[in-house]
Structure formats: C-alpha cells, structure tokens
C-alpha cells in the first residue's frame, strides 16, 4: 500500500471511510476491509461506529503497528475536559491504547482555537494519539492553525473528488507538505455512474469509480477514504491503485463535462436526520475559493429524501434551522457563496 508520511506517522493513501456503517454491518465491512489489505480505517466518535469498529480490529489479527486508525472529536466537544472525555470514550469503544491521528471534525462557531490545539498536543504528548489534525478547515482556520499556533497538523480532511474543485485549499497545503484526505472521493457514489468517467474506464478496463479514485491518487499530497460496504467495491477500490490514467482522459473528461452537469448544490439545503448526521452529511462545497473568502454551502443529502422525494414537516423545520445556521455563518464572516469549478486537468500538485 502506498503510503503518505505526514508528522511522523504513515498514513496508507487509501483507507475505508465508515460513515452510516454501524453495528455488525459495520463491524463486518471493516473485517472485509482488513482481510483484502486495507490498513486505514476512518471513523469519528459521531458515526457512532468506534465499538463495531474496535471489534472488527480485534477479530481481525492484523498487528496493530501496521494499522492506521483515525477518529475525531465531534464540535460539540472542543473544551478541554469534554474533549479527553470524548477522546477516553473512543479510545475504549476502539479498543486501542492509542490512536494513529485525531481530528477536529468540523469547526465550531467561536471555538478556542489555542485551546483546543494545546488539548490535542497534550493527547499526543502523552502518547495516546501519534499525530492530531483538522477537518473541514478553510484557509484562514489552517492559518491560525499552521502559522499562528504552529500545531503540527497531519492533515486536513475535507470533500475532495473529481467533480469538486479545491485547488486554493489544496495549494495552501501542498506548500506546506500538509496532506490532504479527500473524503466523500467518489461523490456519495455518483462518480459511479457517470458518463465520462465511465468511457475513461472503458479504455483502461476500469469502472468510473476506480478512475475518480486514481484521479485523487495521482495527486501528491492526497490519500482517499471511500466508503464500501461490500468486499467487491472494497477491492475495486484497492485496485483503483492499479489504473493509469493518460493525459487524453483529462481532456477528455474536460470537453466530456458541460456545467450544467457540474454539482450545483443548493445553499441552505439540507438533509433530514439529526443535527449531527445533518451537518455531517451535508456537504461543505468550496470550503476555501481563495483569498479568504471563505463559504459554508450545504446541500441536500439525497439519502434524506422519501423515495419520491418529498419532504415533510420535520425536513423543512430543519432545512429551516440549517438554513438559519448558514445565514448566521455567512453574515459573520460578510461573504457570499461561490461554487466551486473543477476539471480534471487540475489533478496534479506542484509539491
Ligand atoms: N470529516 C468529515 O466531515 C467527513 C464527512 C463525510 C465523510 N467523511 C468520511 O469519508 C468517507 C467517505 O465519504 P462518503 O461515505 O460520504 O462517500 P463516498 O466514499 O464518496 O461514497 C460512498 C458510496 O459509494 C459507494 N461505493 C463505494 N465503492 C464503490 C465502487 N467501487 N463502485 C460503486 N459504488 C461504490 C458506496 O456503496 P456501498 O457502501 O453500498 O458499498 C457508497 O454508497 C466517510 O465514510 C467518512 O469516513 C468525513
């Protein structure tokens, strides 16, 4: 497996993200995962999946210095007493003595950031975590982060994938040899189904979701963390590793790909489970278009939907409380969203 070496820890370049997989389904797609060689698994204290997780890792043999865990805090739980409580909690549920990285999983209005990163540091200090990092940051919470606290962050996870254009955060990252892991890499399954993609792959004798997959892996600096219940997308995905993509297919995706078919996400759009599982399910879209102008754009998570795509009283109350939350953010910060571009000629660093 290739791997990214990042604050001292080697982080495999392609893990099994565990999002909406609990219990046995969960404990049985992480053995299945382990069993075909994966050695990342990503999960955080709000998928509610660490126990089925910690399980699958016992039952599994594979020793534990050849695997990589990472978990996060959830936003709720960024002061300090809340945040060792919450990091024990996973710890036990894991069944580890230490984590390989430990994320802030999403910005939190008015968080202390000098605080939270001296709690983190001290985690790491005490040798329960072997390196600590950021989710869903943008370019002016890296900054605080990377030059004015100087935390030594291993990477930041964000939405990455062929139809996601993150070029400035990536840039910010690349010039500080931060990684990037890319979640949600292959849309939430859309890439799947694509057409463009689709053609690439049948030159190459691949699906559309091994060339989004090697769209991100060609990269440097950026490792990927699809989710896969089933062993047969799970080795898909592994062999992703295994497809060359050409300079022709960036072109041709470029030409094949008319805007309108590019993701255009709803502002103040949301998905209908609860607070938490809605804000991780939405989808910060551009969360850095540069120069600091930051945005928090959310859009509906299909899976929220009735299966003819109503939505009822509950949905709209909280479409209503999410759409309020990014109002608020918005009017902080006296910006307004700009979606973002992409195209797969922009597929390499400069690092
Ligand atoms: N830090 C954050 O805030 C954050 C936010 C979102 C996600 N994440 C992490 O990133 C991970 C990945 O994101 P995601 O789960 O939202 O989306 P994703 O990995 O882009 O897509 C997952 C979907 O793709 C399907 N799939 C997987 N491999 C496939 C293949 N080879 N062919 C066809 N379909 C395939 C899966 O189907 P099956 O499951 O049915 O196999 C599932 O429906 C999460 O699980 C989580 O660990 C982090």
Redesign the pocket.
């Given at each position: 497996m290739e791997i990214l070496q990042t604050q001292g820890i080697s982080l495999p370049r392609l893990g099994l993200?565990?999002?909406?997989m609990q219990g046995d389904v969960c404990r049985a797609a992480v053995e299945s995962a382990l069993a075909l060689g994966y050695r990342h698994i990503?999960?955080?204290e709000m998928?509610a999946n660490e126990d089925a997780i910690g399980a699958a890792i016992a039952a599994s043999g594979v020793a534990r210095e050849d695997l990589h865990v990472t978990t996060?805090v959830w936003n709720e739980n960024l002061a300090p007493d809340a945040m060792r409580r919450a990091f024990d909690t996973s710890l036990r549920k894991l069944r580890l003595d230490q984590v390989d990285l430990y994320?802030v999983?999403?910005p939190a209005p008015n968080m202390n950031l000098p605080s939270i990163f001296e709690t983190l540091m001290k985690l790491k200090q005490e040798g329960r975590t072997r390196a600590i990092g950021v989710?869903?940051f943008n370019i002016a919470l890296l900054k605080t982060v990377v030059e004015d606290i100087r935390a030594p962050i291993a990477c930041n996870?964000i939405?990455y994938?062929v139809m996601l254009d993150q070029t400035k955060v990536k840039e910010y990252l690349d010039a500080r040899s931060i990684p990037l892991v890319a979640?949600?890499?292959?849309?939430?399954?859309r890439?799947?189904s694509d057409a463009t993609l689709l053609a690439i792959g049948n030159k190459h004798g691949a699906?559309a979701?091994?060339v989004a997959l090697k769209w991100l892996l060609d990269q440097d600096g950026v490792a990927a963390?699809?989710?896969?219940?089933?062993a047969e997308?799970q080795k898909?995905?592994l062999d992703a590793l295994k497809v060359k993509l050409d300079d022709e297919d960036r072109k041709a995706d470029r030409a094949g790909r008319s805007p309108a078919r590019r993701r255009q996400p709803r502002a103040g759009h949301i998905p209908a489970h609860g607070a938490k599982d809605r804000l991780?399910a939405a989808v910060v879209v551009g969360l850095e278009n540069g120069e600091g102008r930051g945005l928090i754009e959310v859009h509906e998570d299909p899976s929220a939907r009735g299966q003819d795509g109503a939505r009822g009283r509950g949905d709209r109350r909280g479409s209503n409380h999410l759409l309020l939350l990014v109002i608020i953010v918005l009017s902080r910060k006296g910006r307004y969203p700009e979606r973002g571009r992409w195209s797969l000629g922009k597929a390499s660093s400069r690092r």
């Open positions: 993200g565990t999002y909406r990503d999960t955080a998928y996060k994320l999983h999403w989710a869903n996870q939405e994938h979640y949600c890499p292959l849309a939430q399954g890439a799947a699906s979701a091994q963390i699809p989710k896969a219940s089933r997308s898909a995905n991780d």
